[in-house]
């Protein structure tokens, strides 16, 4: 058994894509400490925030209060959790009195770095600051503007600058037009956000890294509890592991359905793909996306489609075993299919590889 890194900080899961550049990792933000969160984030500024406009070679800094309000988004496979911000308020400023307008907040992106702690990049922001006569715009693109330290409270400090997006002459003034961003922002909400490693890895034995082919087989039958009856067949399911590091991603190759019980007839219509992420010891959880099932008996059709569905829980060993323990929605079919979702039961022993383990 190998010293795993604990799995012990903070709110955001950042998924990581095969192309992050040397030395960064994929991180989740918890809180509290061991608990991922895919909330809502409040922060505001420790001290004004410094845009460091100039007018001629005479530096006009805006010094302004800024608040801002964001959810956390997991997007796919290979990419990072980013939170996209809902608001962002620069107001007010100090002398000289600008004016700075929030046309679009953007998305901060962290990717984790050291210890605990991460850069941060902002894309798709538009600002427009305004003195005067005088009105410059603003515009981030995978901007880097600073980097996260974890802690009670966590904190975001800007030491990046903002590219000149359009404006008079007077708005570029010294080069590089980009104009220097400095300050920190306080997270207010949660009290505590931590930043921490999350790679997750299938290791036969356990700290080998391994890409395998994985199959399985029902113990039994797997269920799904059908409004007209509970429906069981025998599963198979074959995948080859794409890739490591965030969440695991398994491409189904196969999903073979047979034996059905009171005469029914199931077809895999789209395999899909599994994820698999650590949780603690060697097991992990088990989404199913993209998979439809359809059902069939004495004219009936009925089909189910698995979209980011919790499938269940998988526990490390030899064999390695699937706890099936989800609801998989209904997509179309016979009236009588029923609307909702509808639970799914029953156990997968991962046959090959023989021994299995999920390494975080």
């Not at 192309?19 to 809502?40: F, K, M």
């Not at 009105?135 to 901007?143: D, G, I, L, M």
């Amino acid at each position: 058994m190998k010293n795993r890194e604990s799995l012990a900080l903070l709110v955001l899961t950042i998924l990581v894509l095969l192309g992050l550049p040397g030395g960064a990792w994929a991180a989740a933000l918890t809180s509290p400490a061991g608990t991922v969160v895919t909330g809502t984030i409040n922060g505001a500024d420790e001290e004004l925030v410094t845009l460091d406009t100039a007018s001629f070679n005479i530096p006009l800094p805006a010094k302004c209060a800024w608040s801002f309000s964001g959810e956390v988004k997991q997007h796919g496979e290979g990419k990072p959790v980013s939170i996209a911000l809902t608001s962002l308020t620069i107001t007010p400023c100090a002398a000289p009195s600008w004016h700075v307008t929030v046309v679009s907040p953007g998305t901060l992106t962290i990717t984790g770095t050291t210890g605990t702690e991460g850069t941060v990049v902002w894309d798709g922001a538009t600002i427009e600051a305004t003195l005067g006569t005088l009105n410059c715009s603003y515009k981030t693109e995978s901007t880097d503007i600073g980097r996260f330290t974890s802690g009670t409270p966590a904190t975001i400090h800007l030491e990046g600058s903002l590219p000149l997006d359009k404006g008079p002459f007077a708005c570029e003034a010294n080069t590089p037009p980009a104009r220097p961003l400095t300050g920190s922002l306080r997270i207010t909400s949660p009290s505590e956000l931590l930043l921490d490693k999350t790679d997750t890895s299938l290791t036969s034995p356990t700290g080998t890294v391994v890409t395998p082919t994985i199959k399985a087989e029902s113990e039994g039958h797997v269920g799904i509890d059908h409004p007209l009856t509970t429906i069981q067949c025998q599963w198979i399911i074959e995948g080859t592991v794409k890739g490591h590091g965030g969440n695991v991603v398994v491409p189904l190759s196969s999903l073979a359905t047979s034996g059905c019980t009171d005469s029914w007839h199931a077809t895999t219509v789209a395999a899909g793909k599994l994820e698999v992420s650590v949780t603690s010891g060697y097991n992990g959880t088990v989404t199913w996306s993209e998979g439809t099932v359809e059902l069939t008996r004495s004219g009936t059709t009925c089909r189910y489609k698995s979209a980011n569905t919790h499938l269940g829980t998988i526990t490390g060993g030899s064999p390695a075993t699937i706890d099936i323990e989800g609801k998989l929605p209904f997509h179309s079919g016979s009236p009588l299919c029923g609307e909702e979702a509808y639970a799914l039961t029953g156990t997968l022993k991962v046959t090959s590889p023989s021994s299995l383990y999920v390494d975080g």
